[in-house]
C-alpha cells in the first residue's frame, strides 16, 4: 500500500482525532468504504503512530480516479487512485439519480452539474475517468482530459489562480462558482456552489 494518509486525511477535509477515556477499552472502529469495514489492520496502516485517525464513519471511494465523498453524498475530493479499501464500488454509493455512470458510480445531480460545467451537456451512460482526468465511454477511449478543461476554463473565464510550489496550485471561477485545489501530487479537491 503506497503511504497516502496525509492526502487522505487532508482531502477528508474533517476535525480529527478522538481520544479513548484512560482506563477504558476503545471501542471498535467504524470506518466503512464502499460498505465495507476496515480492519484494524488496515487502519493501522493508515494512520501510523503520530498521524490523525481518519473519523469513524461511511465513505465511498473510486480506486480508478481516486474521487472519494461520504456515503450517499457528492464528491468531497481526489485522493492517490489504486488503493486497495473497501469492496467494489456499488453503483448506488453516493446517491445516483442521473443515469450518468462513471466508474460503475451513478453520480448524483452535483456531480453531474459540477461535470457539465466542464464538458457541457453529458449523456446517460457509462464511462470511465482515470487519475490522469481521461475521461470516455466504457470500452472505449479517451475522449476528453478533464484535467485539461478545467485549466482551460481557467484561462477563458477569467479565474482567480494561485500556484503553490510543488506543483500544487487553487482555482477558483467566481462565475461559475467551481473551485479547485491540488497539491501537485494526485491530490484534489472540488468546490461545487
Known amino acids: 500500500m503506497r503511504p497516502f494518509v496525509l492526502p487522505f486525511l487532508a482531502g477528508l477535509g474533517l476535525a480529527l482525532g478522538a481520544v479513548a477515556l484512560t482506563g477504558q477499552a476503545a471501542a471498535p472502529r467504524q470506518v466503512y468504504i464502499n460498505r465495507s469495514r476496515l480492519s484494524s489492520a488496515t487502519l493501522a496502516q493508515l494512520e501510523p503512530a503520530g498521524a490523525p485517525r ?5 465513505y465511498w471511494y473510486d480506486a480508478l480516479s481516486g474521487a472519494w465523498g461520504l456515503e450517499g453524498g457528492f464528491t468531497r475530493g481526489f485522493v492517490p487512485a489504486g488503493l486497495r479499501l473497501g469492496g467494489p464500488l456499488p453503483a448506488d454509493i453516493s446517491g445516483g439519480g442521473t443515469g450518468v455512470f462513471i466508474n460503475g458510480r451513478e453520480l448524483p445531480p ?30 472505449g477511449p479517451a475522449l476528453v482530459n478533464l484535467r485539461l478543461l478545467a485549466s482551460r476554463l481557467y484561462q477563458q473565464n477569467g479565474g482567480v489562480g494561485e500556484a503553490y510550489g510543488g506543483g500544487g496550485g487553487a ?3 467566481s462565475r461559475t462558482g467551481i473551485g479547485i485545489i491540488t497539491d501537485g501530487q494526485g491530490g484534489a479537491g472540488v468546490f461545487t456552489p
Open 110 to 139: 452535483t456531480d453531474l452539474a459540477a461535470l457539465q460545467q466542464l464538458t457541457g451537456p453529458v449523456a446517460p451512460g457509462r464511462y470511465w475517468l482515470d487519475a490522469e482526468g481521461n475521461a470516455g465511454p466504457e470500452g
Open 54 to 58: 481518519i473519523p469513524d464513519g461511511r
Open 171 to 173: 482555482y477558483h471561477n
